[in-house]
T-cell receptor, first 117, second 111 residues
Framework: DADVTQTPRNRITKTGKRIMLECSQT?????MYWYRQDPGLGLRLIYY???????NKGEISDGYSVSRQAQAKFSLSLESAIPNQTALYFC????????????????FGPGTRLLVL | LAKTTQPISMDSYEGQEVNITCSHN???????ITWYQQFPSQGPRFIIQ???TKVTNEVASLFIPADRKSSTLSLPRVSLSDTAVYYC????????????FGQGTTLQVKP
C-alpha cells in the first residue's frame, strides 16, 4: 500500500551494529505496528503503538526498541544487531473506530529485508 | 485469542473455484473472522471479514456456519495472479495490535 512506506527496502549490516528501520504513513491512522516475518512462518508482532504517547511490546520485543516520533512516523531500532534478526520486517497501520466491535483492518508497508552478517 | 488451523498448501488451476477452510474451534462470541492475502515480498493485504453466515465482496466470499467453528474463503475462477499465501485470523477489537498470523495457506495456481 503506497500510503505506508518503509525505508530502507533492503539493508545489510554486521553483527553488533545499530540500525534503524523507518516507517511513514499518510493514512492519518493513530495505530502503528512492527512485525517480522521469517521464511515459512507467519508474521510476529514486535511492538505496537496506539498513539504518539503509547508504546507496547509485542510477542518478540527482546533486542528491539521503537520510537513514535509523530502520528505518521514509527521507527524500529536494533541496538546491537545479531544474525538471527535477519528477516523481513513490516510496518502496518490501522484506524481506530471507537464504536466498531470488529477487528479493524491493518494496512501493511512493502517491507524491509534485513540481513545481519 | 482463538487459534486457527488451515492447510499449509493447496494447488489449483486457472479458472477453478478455490475454497480454503480455516478451523477455529475456540472462537469467542465477540470474535470476527478476517482473511489476509500476501504476495511474495509484499505485506499482507486485507481481503474480507465476517462474523456469521456469508459475506461477499469484489474479491472473495466468506462462508461461516452457524456454530462459527470454521470458515471458508472462496475465490471464484482463480488466475495465476491469485498465487499467494492466505491467512485466516480470528479476533475482536480490543485485541488489535495482537493479530496472530499463523503459517497461512500457500495457494499455487497453475496454468
Amino acid at each position: 500500500d503506497a500510503d505506508v512506506t518503509q525505508t530502507p527496502r533492503n539493508r545489510i549490516t554486521k553483527t553488533g551494529k545499530r540500525i534503524m528501520l523507518e516507517c511513514s504513513q499518510t493514512k492519518g491512522h493513530d495505530r502503528m505496528y512492527w512485525y517480522r516475518q521469517d521464511p515459512g512462518l507467519g508474521l510476529r508482532l514486535i511492538y505496537y503503538s496506539f498513539d504518539v504517547k503509547d508504546i507496547n511490546k509485542g510477542e518478540i520485543s527482546d533486542g528491539y526498541s521503537v520510537s513514535r516520533q509523530a502520528q505518521a512516523k514509527f521507527s524500529l531500532s536494533l541496538e546491537s544487531a545479531i544474525p538471527n534478526q535477519t528477516a523481513l520486517y513490516f510496518c502496518a497501520t490501522s484506524d481506530a473506530a471507537p464504536l466498531a466491535p470488529y477487528q479493524e483492518t491493518q494496512y501493511f508497508g512493502p517491507g524491509t529485508r534485513l540481513l545481519v552478517l | 485469542l482463538a487459534k486457527t488451523t488451515q492447510p499449509i498448501s493447496m494447488d489449483s488451476y486457472e479458472g477453478q473455484e478455490v475454497n480454503i477452510t480455516c478451523s477455529h474451534n475456540n472462537i469467542a462470541t465477540n470474535d470476527y473472522i478476517t482473511w489476509y492475502q500476501q504476495f511474495p515480498s509484499q505485506g499482507p493485504r486485507f481481503i474480507i471479514q465476517g462474523y456469521k453466515t456469508k459475506v461477499t465482496n469484489e474479491v472473495a466470499s466468506l462462508f461461516i456456519p452457524a456454530d462459527r467453528k470454521s470458515s471458508t474463503l472462496s475465490l471464484p475462477r482463480v488466475s495465476l495472479s491469485d498465487t499467494a499465501v492466505y491467512y485466516c485470523l480470528v479476533g475482536r477489537r480490543g485485541n488489535t495490535g495482537k493479530l496472530i498470523f499463523g503459517q497461512g495457506t500457500t495457494l499455487q495456481v497453475k496454468p
